[in-house]
C-alpha cells in the first residue's frame, strides 16, 4: 500500500490521559498536514509540515497539543490532558503538490 | 470565520439524476478549488479541481463550474448512481503560499436512491 498510512485506527481514552498518533506519508511527498474533522463538519487544518520544519500552525492547535516530523518522514501529533471537545477524526494528508488523506484516527474522549 | 460555505447540507436524488452542490468563498486570494469525496470510515478523496483561469472543468460524470465574478462554484454529478452516495466536500487554496492549505466547506451528505 503505497498510499497514507495512520495509526491507529480508534483510539478510546479517558479524559486527563496523553494520547500519540502516527502518520506515515507517501515515500515521496515532502509535505505533510493534520487536520481535524468533527461529526457533520468539514475537515480543518492544523498544522503543516515542509520536510522536518513546522511551517505553519493553526490556532486550533492549542498547547496541549504538539507535532512533530523527524527526520522529514513519518509524524507524530500529541495531545496532553486530553478533554472531551478533543473527540473527533485525526486526519493526516501528504502533498506533493496534490493531496492524498490518509483513513485519519477516530479519538473518543471518555 | 467561514471562508467557504457550502450547500445543500443534503441531497436526495434518483438513480440516473443530477446531484448539484454548490460552494461560495470569500478570500480572493484562493486560487485552487477542489471537491472531495469521503465515504464513512475513510479519509476525503480528490475528485476534481479546478483553477479560476477557466470556468468549466469536466471529469467522466463529474463537472465542476466556476464563477470568478460571483465567487462561486459547483459540482455537478451526471447520471448519479448509487455508489455515488457519499459525503461531498468543497474545498479552496492559495496554492502559492502558506503550503496549500485547504479550506472546507461543511459538507454535503449525497444519497442516490436505486
Known amino acids: 500500500d503505497t498510499g497514507v498510512s495512520q495509526d491507529p485506527r480508534h483510539k478510546i481514552t479517558k479524559r486527563g490521559q496523553n494520547v500519540t498518533f502516527r502518520c506515515d506519508p507517501i515515500?515521496?511527498?515532502?509535505?505533510l498536514y493534520w487536520y481535524r474533522q468533527t461529526l457533520g463538519q468539514g475537515p480543518e487544518f492544523l498544522t503543516y509540515f515542509q520536510n522536518e520544519a513546522q511551517l505553519e500552525k493553526s490556532r486550533l492547535l492549542s498547547d496541549r497539543f504538539s507535532a512533530e516530523r523527524p527526520k522529514g518522514s513519518f509524524s507524530t501529533l500529541e495531545i496532553q490532558r486530553t478533554e472531551q471537545g478533543d473527540s473527533a477524526m485525526y486526519l493526516c494528508?501528504?502533498?506533493?503538490?496534490?493531496?492524498?488523506f490518509g483513513s485519519g484516527t477516530r479519538l473518543t474522549v471518555v | 470565520q467561514q471562508q467557504v460555505k457550502q450547500s445543500p447540507q443534503s441531497l436526495i436524488v434518483q438513480k440516473g439524476g443530477i446531484s448539484i452542490i454548490n460552494c461560495a468563498y470569500e478570500n480572493t486570494a484562493f486560487d485552487y478549488f477542489p471537491w472531495y469525496q469521503q465515504f464513512p470510515g475513510k479519509g476525503p478523496a480528490l475528485l476534481i479541481a479546478?483553477?479560476?483561469?477557466?470556468s468549466e472543468k469536466k471529469e467522466g460524470r463529474f463537472t465542476i463550474s466556476f464563477n470568478k465574478s460571483a465567487k462561486q462554484f459547483s459540482l455537478h454529478i451526471m447520471d448519479s448512481q448509487p455508489g455515488d452516495s457519499a459525503t461531498y466536500f468543497c474545498a479552496a487554496s492559495t496554492m502559492g503560499t502558506s503550503g496549500s492549505r485547504l479550506t472546507f466547506g461543511e459538507g454535503t451528505q449525497l444519497t442516490v436512491n436505486p
Open positions: 494528508a501528504s502533498s506533493s503538490p496534490g493531496y492524498t
Open positions: 479546478i483553477r479560476p483561469d477557466v
Open positions: 515515500s515521496e511527498h515532502n509535505r
